[in-house]
């Protein structure tokens, strides 16, 4: 399985992932083929090997003869819908435009079809978006994977005159995604650029176990103090790397020592009826000796904001401690067997192509042992082995 990890030491843009993959080996005709199925006229792609802090990557260009053409998200969808790409490309490429309008509406306050695209409704960035999922398609990668993205600091010059960096559409777009910055005063990452790894990469985090096989550079337009390059990682997985579902989780914690064990109990239920991931106390001793109880919360990025409200509002605690992190989750699916107790949903694991454990559900194996009045544990034994005959036939 062919997989690439973007590392993003010193950001990323829509032209350095194209850079980044045709210094991989893409091939720049291909790629001007392919895209030439736009249908759309007055643009051709150039490559140049360029130095940047004694590292070589490529600098891509796309010359155009247009002059501040501004597009409506359905004027981009019309053009990507209208060539004759693939389907694959055709859906990446809507998808990208799709999670920059969403940004987009949300910083200016209006719907994403209203949407008035400066900078990222030009031909050029349109030919970013389209070759980077193009490229990544000619390329055969199966797996996209990248590192916490740098950000930059500092303002920088739009449509709208200054912003700061990060631009706000550029911040909307990488909620969920690890990002950091080390005081560069530049903008590092665009909003096209995050874009496109929001929406192509599955996996964000430090470089995957893999064979590599080669590596990219491509290069932004600025000389900094850090190599303004992208660095693509080429390669296959080693077979101990079985696919993980990754996904962005907060931990929401705080220490209590003046509430009783009936309120804690009340608040624990508050939250997972309130949808926390998971819920949890543990014993700890405060100043003074006090002995107290540390309530911690896992939330999905979405939800944390919720559900730091609820702790605030159902317990004494002041304040909260909140830590972004990454899950890394086995593939699993819940299914349904027939059992000589009745049917019982189990909770399939998978790593890779091998079941990694069969969890039956709790409440199910607690009604059918009451029912049929044998231990707990005999109903377990039962749905266990069904659920193994099922995944074997």
């Known amino acids: 399985m062919k997989s690439i990890h973007f590392d993003c030491f010193a950001g990323v843009a829509g032209d350095m992932i194209l850079g980044a993959l045709v210094d991989a080996g893409l091939s720049l005709d291909q790629l001007s083929a392919q895209l030439a199925k736009l249908k759309v006229t007055g643009f051709k792609?150039?490559?140049?090997?360029?130095?940047?802090?004694?590292?070589?990557?490529?600098?891509?260009?796309?010359?155009?003869?247009?002059?501040?053409v501004h597009r409506h998200l359905r004027d981009i969808t019309e053009i990507i819908e209208k060539s004759d790409l693939t389907e694959n490309v055709k859906t990446g490429s809507a998808d990208i435009f799709q999670t920059l309008a969403a940004a987009e509406a949300k910083v200016h306050n209006t719907t994403p079809d209203k949407i008035h695209f400066h900078e990222v409704g030009a031909l050029d960035a349109i030919i970013d978006i389209v070759g980077s999922v193009t490229g990544l398609e000619l390329l055969g990668v199966d797996q996209v994977s990248a590192s916490p993205i740098h950000v930059?600091?500092?303002?920088?010059?739009?449509?709208?005159?200054?912003?700061?960096?990060?631009?706000?559409?550029?911040?909307?777009?990488?909620?969920?995604?690890?990002?950091?910055?080390?005081?560069?005063?530049?903008?590092?990452?665009?909003?096209?650029?995050?874009?496109?790894?929001?929406?192509?990469?599955?996996?964000?985090?430090p470089m995957p176990p893999m064979f590599i096989e080669n590596t990219g550079y491509g290069a932004g337009s600025r000389d900094l103090e850090i190599p303004n390059l992208l660095r693509v990682i080429c390669g296959r997985r080693t077979p101990s790397s079985a696919?993980?579902?990754?996904?962005?989780?907060?931990?929401?914690?705080?220490?209590?020592?003046?509430?009783?064990?009936?309120?804690?109990?009340?608040?624990?239920?508050q939250l997972l009826d309130a949808g926390a991931l998971d819920v949890w106390f543990t014993p700890i001793q405060m100043k003074k000796n006090r002995p107290a109880t540390m309530l911690s919360v896992l939330a999905a990025a979405d939800d944390a904001d919720r559900l730091i409200e609820i702790v605030l509002a159902q317990t004494t605690s002041l304040g909260v401690r909140v830590q972004r992190m990454?899950?890394?989750?086995?593939?699993?699916?819940?299914?349904?067997?027939?059992?000589?107790?009745g049917d019982i949903r189990v909770k399939v694991c998978r790593m890779g192509e091998r079941v990694r454990n069969?969890?039956?559900?709790?409440?199910?194996?607690r009604d059918a042992a009451r029912r049929a009045g044998v231990p707990l544990d005999v109903v377990y034994d039962d749905v266990r082995r069904v659920a193994n005959d099922t995944e074997r036939n």
């Open 45 to 68: 792609l150039e490559a140049n090997k360029v130095v940047k802090n004694g590292i070589s990557g490529t600098k891509i260009e796309v010359i155009t003869e247009e002059q501040k």
């Open 152 to 205: 930059g600091t500092g303002f920088v010059k739009c449509e709208h005159g200054k912003i700061p960096v990060p631009a706000p559409a550029t911040l909307e777009i990488l909620q969920g995604v690890p990002t950091f910055s080390t005081g560069i005063r530049s903008e590092l990452t665009t909003p096209t650029g995050a874009a496109i790894l929001k929406t192509l990469v599955r996996e964000f985090g």
């Open 326 to 341: 990454e899950r890394r989750k086995l593939e699993r699916e819940i299914i349904t067997v027939s059992t000589s107790y």
């Open 358 to 365: 069969y969890a039956p559900e709790y409440d199910d194996c």
């Open 243 to 269: 696919p993980l579902e990754t996904d962005q989780a907060t931990l929401v914690e705080c220490n209590i020592d003046d509430m009783t064990g009936e309120h804690l109990g009340y608040v624990f239920e």
